[in-house]
């Protein structure tokens, strides 16, 4: 049986590989490709659960059925007519085609995306099967340089690892203010499910746990998807589409999972201090949203968020909040990861984990950094990469935390503790080394200019900040 589901799934990915290759070559990119698809698929779906007896939750005109026996230009109006309607609805449909455009306008290369979804029975197909293959697209999506599609991709064993150590409960609230695919969302989900066979808590777990936000509406139509077809939130999705650092509900969350987009705010975004006035005023995307998240979380509740290395060393405004964290929450553990393990080159991150409701006292440092080389493709990370850290971590008993540093007997230990004081709090960084091991750059002449460059459009944000702030004063 999962011989024939391994072959399966191969020969399905095949057949949507082979379409892609047969559409970029007419000019249509992978992630509108797969936009396309997913639409095409929920349509399907709808009309599998139709003839199951169990309903249909799109309106009449605009199925699956109105478009399967169309081609030419028949087809291509009559589906961007659908497009057009069911992104008005309410619910779980608005959700999928949050603003749906087509992009693929010939006629004949659509045809060949319905044919292949028709090919197959979807909606009775095991969920953690589909939500694989979903998963695998997504992940190929997240390679695609052209799209730039890498930065809503966090790697998944990182996502296992967090989702392991900060352990949410079958009972507990989980939110991702910056969604992406979903990712966060579905590793938790894994972890929870399998907690309990009460009917309420399924129930709960699958309908009320969750909340999820992107500010990018094909990111929305994939996270909503790939939730779906795992078969949570049928009736109503947990993702919407908004901007979270200018969100301003009291809802809150027992746990936070996040990979925040690093960078300053694109031109033209609504000013984050002017609606959230609470805030230490910054431009800097990642320090807006490690405030946002330190707003939503409960008292009591859990947080692992990747951020980079600025967020830990900064002065000025960052500094302050570093402040506000130490003295409000209990920052007790820091990963450092290596560069190498996410699509956008040279990134130096961490994760940070926080409970929110005491101060710092002692915060224990993971350095999977130092003399680490991890590569996407020739040596990606892994799980079990991870294990070593999750071991120490002693999630539900950290009172048995042990340094495996030692000054004398192995201080190149990657485990460490450091303790703070309350005078410490406003002028701590956070950036703790003390490994000495030999570290070669040992990056391609690609990683570097692509390293070079993604410096050069951080400091012309800044320039253009500068210029419009020495404009505002001058006026």
Same mark, same amino acid.
């Given at each position: 049986?999962?011989?024939?589901?391994?072959?399966?799934?191969?020969?399905?990915?095949?057949?949507?590989?082979?379409?892609?290759?047969?559409?970029?070559?007419?000019?249509?990119?992978?992630?509108?490709?797969? #936009? @396309?698809?997913?639409? &095409?698929? /929920?349509?399907?779906?709808?009309?599998?659960?139709?003839?199951?007896?169990?309903?249909?939750?799109?309106?009449?005109?605009?199925?699956?059925?109105?478009?399967?026996?169309?081609?030419?230009? !028949?087809?291509?109006?009559?589906?961007?007519?659908?497009? +057009?309607?069911?992104?008005?609805?309410?619910?779980?449909?608005?959700?999928?085609? #949050?603003?749906?455009?087509?992009?693929?306008?010939?006629?004949?290369?659509?045809?060949?995306?319905?044919?292949?979804?028709?090919?197959?029975?979807?909606?009775?197909?095991?969920?953690?099967?589909?939500?694989?293959?979903?998963?695998?697209?997504?992940? +190929?999506?997240? @390679?695609?340089?052209?799209?730039?599609?890498?930065?809503?991709?966090?790697?998944?064993?990182?996502? @296992?690892?967090?989702?392991?150590?900060?352990?949410?409960? &079958?009972?507990?609230?989980?939110?991702?203010?910056?969604?992406?695919?979903?990712?966060? &969302?579905?590793?938790?989900?894994?972890?929870?499910?399998?907690?309990? *066979? !009460?009917?309420?808590?399924?129930?709960?777990?699958?309908?009320?746990? /969750? /909340?999820?936000?992107?500010?990018?509406?094909?990111?929305? #139509?994939?996270?909503?998807?790939?939730?779906?077809?795992?078969?949570?939130?049928?009736?109503?999705?947990?993702?919407?589409?908004?901007?979270?650092?200018?969100?301003?509900?009291?809802?809150?969350?027992?746990?936070?999972?996040?990979?925040?987009?690093?960078?300053?705010?694109?031109?033209?975004?609504?000013?984050?201090?002017?609606?959230?006035?609470? /805030?230490?005023?910054?431009?800097?995307?990642?320090?807006?949203?490690? @405030?946002?998240?330190?707003?939503?979380?409960?008292?009591?509740?859990?947080?692992?968020?990747?951020?980079?290395?600025?967020?830990?060393?900064?002065?000025?405004?960052?500094?302050?909040?570093?402040?506000?964290?130490?003295?409000?929450?209990?920052?007790?553990? &820091?990963?450092?990861?290596?560069?190498?393990?996410?699509?956008?080159?040279?990134?130096?991150?961490?994760?940070?984990?926080?409970?929110?409701?005491?101060?710092?006292?002692?915060?224990?440092?993971?350095?999977?950094?130092?003399?680490?080389?991890?590569?996407?493709?020739?040596?990606?990370?892994?799980?079990?990469?991870?294990?070593?850290?999750? *071991?120490?971590?002693?999630?539900?008993?950290?009172?048995?935390? *042990?340094?495996?540093?030692?000054?004398?007997?192995?201080?190149?230990?990657?485990?460490?503790?450091?303790?703070?004081?309350?005078?410490?709090?406003?002028?701590?960084?956070?950036?703790?080394?003390?490994?000495?091991?030999?570290?070669?750059?040992?990056?391609?002449?690609?990683?570097?200019?692509?390293?070079?460059?993604?410096?050069?459009?951080?400091?012309?944000?800044?320039?253009?900040?500068?210029?419009?702030?020495?404009?505002?004063?001058?006026?």
């Amino acid at each position: 049986m999962a011989e024939t589901q391994v072959k399966s799934e191969a020969a399905l990915l095949k057949k949507v590989w082979d379409i892609a290759g047969v559409l970029a070559a007419a000019g249509v990119g992978f992630t509108d490709y797969i #936009t @396309q698809l997913t639409y &095409i698929l /929920f349509l399907k779906m709808d009309s599998e659960k139709e003839e199951y007896g169990l309903g249909s939750s799109i309106p009449d005109g605009y199925k699956w059925n109105d478009i399967v026996g169309l081609s030419g230009e !028949d087809l291509v109006e009559k589906y961007e007519d659908i497009l +057009k309607e069911l992104s008005k609805q309410d619910g779980l449909i608005g959700t999928i085609f #949050t603003k749906a455009t087509n992009k693929i306008d010939s006629p004949a290369k659509l045809k060949k995306v319905i044919e292949m979804v028709s090919s197959e029975n979807w909606y009775m197909m095991e969920g953690d099967f589909k939500g694989a293959i979903y998963e695998k697209i997504l992940e +190929k999506n997240g @390679q695609d340089k052209k799209s730039g599609a890498g930065q809503y991709f966090t790697p998944r064993p990182l996502i @296992q690892a967090i989702v392991d150590v900060v352990d949410p409960k &079958i009972t507990e609230t989980v939110a991702d203010p910056a969604c992406g695919t979903a990712g966060f &969302i579905l590793a938790a989900y894994e972890h929870m499910k399998v907690q309990s *066979k !009460d009917f309420e808590k399924q129930n709960f777990l699958k309908n009320e746990a /969750f /909340f999820g936000a992107d500010n990018t509406p094909l990111v929305v #139509t994939l996270a909503s998807m790939n939730i779906y077809l795992h078969d949570i939130g049928s009736e109503k999705s947990p993702i919407v589409c908004q901007d979270s650092l200018i969100d301003t509900s009291d809802k809150m969350y027992q746990v936070i999972l996040a990979n925040p987009p690093f960078g300053t705010r694109p031109q033209g975004s609504v000013e984050v201090y002017a609606n959230r006035p609470e /805030f230490i005023k910054t431009s800097d995307n990642q320090v807006n949203f490690l @405030q946002h998240i330190m707003s939503i979380v409960k008292t009591g509740g859990r947080v692992g968020v990747v951020l980079p290395d600025n967020v830990l060393t900064d002065g000025n405004a960052t500094a302050k909040v570093r402040e506000k964290l130490l003295k409000e929450f209990n920052l007790h553990t &820091i990963l450092r990861l290596p560069t190498g393990i996410f699509y956008a080159q040279g990134v130096k991150t961490n994760v940070l984990f926080f409970e929110k409701g005491e101060p710092t006292k002692d915060i224990w440092v993971y350095d999977y950094r130092t003399g680490i080389k991890h590569t996407l493709v020739t040596k990606p990370m892994t799980r079990a990469d991870l294990d070593e850290f999750v *071991k120490c971590y002693c999630s539900g008993h950290m009172q048995d935390r *042990k340094e495996t540093y030692s000054k004398d007997n192995n201080p190149n230990g990657r485990w460490r503790k450091f303790t703070v004081s309350e005078e410490e709090y406003g002028t701590l960084k956070l950036d703790f080394k003390w490994l000495d091991l030999d570290e070669k750059d040992d990056r391609s002449l690609a990683e570097l200019i692509e390293e070079i460059k993604m410096k050069s459009a951080n400091i012309a944000n800044a320039v253009k900040s500068l210029e419009d702030l020495i404009g505002d004063v001058e006026e």
